[in-house]
């Protein structure tokens, strides 16, 4: 299956929602749920232009730009049961065994899929999809990022790009 990127020179450049906010500057949780609904309709087409246009979007904390997904989108073919912000940071509490319990059995199942919020290496928050299971507590993820999305696999660990974990979407398909 071919992954959808934040850097596709298609999409790139298209604005989320209302703001003057790219695609590929800050559309990782975009690219992360078209890749969850992709893996449920892997025959549909429903692309970031699509996306970018018609999911409801809001403005967040001090940020005046609107391009933050609103909690309430009716999202076409699934839904984000739950989102758990775990950093640490700013009075979040921290990221736990059953957090990775709760990612590492969703990610199995077929009607669910998982987002991941990783901490960059630059300090900056970045959203990944969840794919296999690895190792002992290790997670196997797609990088919306690099073009094309489908190589390669990202890793979380203290020596990687990302460092750390620090939330995660469960998305379940609309039966």
Known sequence: MIRI?????????LKIGKSNTSYSSNGCYIACLLNA?????????????????EWNYVRQGTDPEP????????????EVVSRV??????????????????VKTKMHMD????????LTKYGSRHWLMADKSFGIGGIKCVDPWPYPA?????????????VRYTGFSVIKKKP
């Open 5 to 13: 990127s934040q850097n596709d020179p298609k999409f790139k450049g």
């Open 37 to 53: 609904r992709r893996k449920f309709y892997p025959n549909e087409d429903f692309t970031p232009e699509k996306a970018c246009r």
């Open 67 to 78: 391009h933050y997904l609103a909690y309430s989108t009716d999202f076409p073919g699934f």
């Open 85 to 102: 912000r775990a950093s640490g940071l700013n009075g979040e509490r921290k990221w736990n065994d059953e957090d990775l319990n709760t």
């Open 111 to 118: 009607n669910y899929a998982v987002c991941l919020e990783v």
């Open 150 to 162: 489908n190589v390669p696999m990202a890793t979380v660990g203290p020596f990687g790009r990302y």
